[in-house]
């Protein structure tokens, strides 16, 4: 065949399988004839290379609440995007509908706006008189007083009832919800439940990983079918009782994501995991110019075996109780105690601000840069581990050390000192052989807990690092375990990626030091069901602890053991960790990775307890008596 009739002819296929495909209509199931329709129309939508609905058909009816539900990656959020963006070829114009996308994203600049101000600079809104927006927020909980203040010190609950009031005012017909649960309390979420189930005349379309709120709110479910969209009567459970294959929708669990957590590193005289490996003493918080302190006498302990979900109000404190624990802030009265070796991860509520001045990199190389020194750069640029000008003029009066006179220079390294540890330090206008092994007893008489806690923070990453450098083929092998492979790993940038796919570098950047606690805040505000699923399966094969801030019931009550809620700055615990007397054995070989990849063994000496060191006399003492020779090379 001659290449000119080529082109031709692969029209004619094209246009056939596209008229063919066309008649392929996926009949609804039990529409309700009787209520009028909204909108019955149909479109295709494709993002980048990849068609993601063919020639789909969309009835919607007025006054019902809509679930949008399909398998991980199916355009979910795209369709919702393009809807409220007007870019959505045979959806009904913004004259026709007026859509609203409702989401609390601030701009920086309008941060300081007052409540109301911030409505009327819309440009839709402009000319609608104050006391009509006063009206409309009133409707919603504002008092006049809340009004007046600045939109940005608003938390996640009222920002939403914010938005609510600026659909109404925009008198919308359809209203499109991304994860609406996001950033509300329980009290919250069931605020916004009875709202959208009680709203007159509104259409709703919600895309959530919140089956509950999926259940309550929702009168049909639009499901994701090859391609199509088809549209089932009933809630949740009842969309699952006609499709049993969707009941991924309920289950924390995946099997198309799977995440490995390492094991944590040995710590020293930590014989078993119930044993505390840090604890907060009487501790209480008050912020600079606070009348009253945010977090009041509270006493806890964390394990290896810890399972705790962190549960309260917005502005509780539950993020200023876990500064405290992870070290970012001191407490104003009290003390906290952590093994020195102990290591944290921690992924913040808003999980992309790790990366998001390395998107021009890839997900390998952050990972080489944040650790290339030996040390974390995200720890080392937190606020707390900076000494103030008042904290570098003590640290630099001299201590009295073998009757003289030194002024410290650096803490050099740490080394184990009977049932502690003992610092190298390096004194100024001294050379290196004078260096001086303190106890960390006389270090703490002298007021340098800050300089002992970093110097912990520096050499627990140290020993992990020195058994896994951050080399290429070792961060991939890493990134595998957390369901991302080369092309995405090493071989794209991280503008490039998903919203998913970030998150997974984020939390596997968080666990490369071989964490013994990992901390997560929010966690189901930025990671999928699928995901989600995969994070649940892989706590409960961690050996490490857990703590999680989280409004999401059905996430925490499948992980956690212990709760504990916080209200108004003070703490009251409910459930308690079972206690865990399983003995953490130190491994007799280590495992190290070097820049090729390979994978080399070595044994690890540790001292014999009394007991092995009797055994052994006993055997040295028989076979000397049998004329034998007896070697004791592998006693370390």
């Known amino acids: 065949m001659k290449a000119d009739n080529l082109k031709p002819l692969s029209k004619e296929i ?15 199931v039990d529409c309700d004839e009787g209520i009028p329709d909204l909108c019955n129309c149909e479109f295709s939508l494709a993002y980048g290379g990849m068609i993601l609905l063919n020639n789909a058909r969309l009835r919607l009816k007025r006054g019902h609440r809509y679930g949008l539900c399909g398998p991980n990656g199916c355009g979910k959020s795209t369709l919702m995007r393009a809807i409220a963006n007007g870019q ?38 402009k000319n609608t008189p104050r006391k009509e927006v006063e009206d409309a927020l009133a409707d919603v909980g504002f008092t006049a007083e809340m009004q ?42 069931a605020w916004l439940e009875n709202y959208l189930t009680s709203v007159p005349n509104v259409t709703s379309i919600m895309v959530s990983h919140d089956s509950g709120f999926l259940d309550n709110v929702c009168t049909n479910i639009i499901h994701y079918e090859t391609r199509k969209l088809k549209i089932y009567k009933g809630n949740l459970s009842k969309f699952v009782e006609q499709k049993p294959e969707a009941k991924a929708y309920y289950e924390l669990e995946s099997e198309n994501v799977k995440f490995i957590f390492p094991e944590p590193g040995f710590l020293a005289d930590i014989k078993n995991k119930g044993k505390p490996i840090i604890r907060l003493t009487n501790c209480s918080y008050k912020y600079p110019g606070a009348s009253k302190p945010s977090i009041n006498n509270i006493s806890v302990t964390c394990a290896l075996s810890s399972r705790i979900a962190v549960l309260g109000p917005n502005g509780a404190g539950k993020s200023t ?36 001045s390395h998107l021009d990199e890839t997900a390998n190389q952050y990972i080489q840069w944040r650790f290339q020194s030996g040390e974390d750069k995200e720890l080392l640029a937190k606020e707390t581990r900076k000494l103030t000008p008042e904290e570098k003029l003590h640290y630099k009066k001299p201590v009295n050390w073998e009757g003289e006179k030194r002024v410290l220079e650096e803490i050099v ?22 260096n001086a092994w303190v ?61 998913g796919q970030k998150v997974k570098v984020v939390l596997a950047a968080a666990m490369w030091l071989n964490p013994h606690i990992l901390v997560l805040d929010e966690p189901t505000n930025y990671l999928d069901r699928d995901s989600l699923g995969a994070l649940a399966s892989a706590i409960k094969e961690f050996n490490g602890g857990v703590l999680m801030i989280t409004h999401h019931h059905e996430f925490s ?80």
């Open 321 to 356: 109780l876990i500064k405290m624990l992870t070290g970012e802030v001191e407490p104003t009265s009290g003390q906290v105690w952590k093994h020195p070796a102990m290591r944290f991860a921690y992924v913040a509520q808003h999980a992309f601000h790790h990366i998001e």
């Open 14 to 28: 094209r246009d056939r399988c596209f008229k063919e495909n066309k008649s392929i209509f996926i009949e609804d």
């Open 439 to 499: 106890p960390r007893e006389k270090c703490e008489k002298w007021g340098w807990d800050k300089l002992l806690q970093i110097a912990d923070d520096r050499e627990a990453a140290r020993a992990n690092l020195q058994a896994r450098p951050p080399t290429a083929i070792a961060v991939q092998k890493h990134l595998d375990n957390f369901g991302l492979n080369a092309e995405f790993g090493t071989h794209s940038r991280m503008r490039g990626l998903s919203g």
């Open 148 to 189: 007046a203040q600045a939109v940005g010190s608003l938390s996640g609950g009222w920002k939403m009832k914010l938005e609510l009031s600026r659909a109404m005012l925009l008198k919308a017909d359809i209203l499109l919800l991304d994860e609406p649960t996001n950033h509300l309390d329980v009290k919250n979420v």
């Open 413 to 434: 390294s740490r080394r184990k000192f009977k049932k502690s540890f003992e610092y190298e330090l390096k004194w100024e206008k001294c050379p290196v052989d004078e």
């Open 88 to 125: 959505l070829e045979g959806f009904p114009s913004r004259d026709e509908l007026k859509t609203v996308f409702v989401e609390h994203n601030l701009q920086a600049s309008e941060a300081e706006l007052s409540v109301v101000d911030f409505i009327l600079i819309d440009d839709d809104l």
């Open 557 to 636: 009550s499948a992980l956690t053991q212990e709760t504990w809620n916080v209200e108004a700055g003070f703490l009251s615990i409910e459930g308690q960790q079972a206690e865990d007397k399983t003995k953490i054995e130190q491994k007799d070989e280590e495992e190290t990775v070097d820049a090729f990849g390979n994978v080399t063994k070595t044994k690890i000496k540790r001292k014999l307890t009394r007991k092995e060191k009797k055994a052994k006399e006993k055997a040295r003492k028989e076979a000397e008596a049998r004329g034998e020779y007896y070697s004791d090379s592998d006693e370390e």
